[in-house]
DNA sequence: GCCCAGGACGGAA
DNA sequence: TTCCGTCATGGG
């Protein structure tokens, strides 16, 4: 049963940018048009067509929340609108909002995706829900698995994730929050710097990898993870935060303060809208 | 063969 | 504290 969402004019939203520009893994197009992905134990399509949604797999209500379609864009997008850069990539990516993605399922996403490229990260998360996760039932999708099945027996099946030297730092950190449980309210709890020191700790999990579970898992805005195409952008348009030659974490932390400090608030979204710019917003299906 | 990709870690300096 | 080599994996 396909249900329809109505945009209202002031709600700008574009589905393709959302979903293509690289903040979630588990998302493909068909040549029809729909995108089809997996959110939770829900197979979740969706299309677009102008000021209209339409989808099926899962409620309203969740839909709005997952694409944030509660939040106001525009004074999200009024506030980082702080030089001409900038704004052509406001212009560029009009539409693209920050996804609520389940935190488990992103913290896990994002220890896969170091050193790497998307494609492979997108694989790697494939595999671990076929290898470790439940069937969805009436589809051929498996559900990302859930932290009980991180546990002594979970090593074998890894090995077939493609996962390489992450291996290691996903069974040690997936099975340590298993075990423990209640580390999305600790992080939840804390105020920003706090909580990045939280998932800083974890094996695997750096500074970088730890902004985008805050930004894209928890909905902290003021997180702005630096990639080596976000370091490129910032040695282009704002070059006196960022450096020449290697990547030292001190000019993570200059580029990262100085983000916060610029963009204010919503300095995630100025995040994301400099990378969709440079990926070519254009190229994103 | 090389270099690079939504980096992180352990050990040396 | 700050560098520096290394870590699988695949694509160009």
């Given at each position: 049963m396909a249900h329809t969402l109505n945009l209202s004019s002031d709600q700008s939203f574009s589905l393709s940018l959302t979903l293509g520009c690289?903040?979630?893994?588990r998302w493909e197009q068909d040549e029809a048009g729909w995108w089809e992905g997996v959110v939770g134990d829900e197979v979740i399509r969706v299309r677009q067509e102008d000021r209209s949604l339409t989808f099926t797999g899962t409620s309203e209500e969740r839909l709005i929340e997952y694409f944030a379609l509660d939040m106001d864009l525009a004074h999200v997008l009024e506030t980082i609108d702080r030089d001409p850069f900038i704004h052509a990539a406001i212009e560029e990516c009009a539409g693209l909002r920050i996804l609520r993605q389940p935190s488990w399922e992103c913290l896990l996403s994002y220890l896969c995706?170091?050193?790497?490229?998307i494609p492979m990260v997108k694989k790697r998360v494939r595999l671990l829900a076929e290898s470790l996760g439940e069937r969805i039932p009436g589809t051929d999708q498996f559900a990302f698995p859930v932290p009980?099945?991180?546990?002594?027996?979970c090593a074998e099946p890894l090995d077939?994730?493609?996962?390489?030297?992450r291996k290691g730092y996903l069974a040690t950190t997936a099975c340590q929050l298993a075990a423990e449980g209640g580390w999305e309210g600790r992080v939840r709890a804390q105020p920003f710097e706090e909580a990045r020191q939280v998932l800083t700790r974890?094996?695997?999990?750096?500074p970088k990898a730890a902004d985008c579970v805050l930004l894209?898992?928890?909905?902290?805005?003021e997180a702005f993870p630096v990639d080596v195409w976000i370091r490129r952008i910032m040695q282009q348009?704002?070059?006196?935060t960022a450096a020449e030659g290697s990547f030292t974490p001190k000019e993570y932390e200059r580029i990262r303060r100085f983000a916060w400090e610029y963009f204010g608030e919503y300095a995630g979204y100025a995040q994301e809208y400099l990378y969709g710019a440079r990926m070519g917003a254009a190229q994103i299906p």
């Open positions: 690289g903040q979630a893994f995706a170091t050193n790497t490229n009980s099945v991180f546990n002594e027996t077939h994730c493609r996962l390489g030297y974890l094996p695997g999990i750096g894209f898992g928890f909905s902290r805005y348009f704002y070059p006196e």
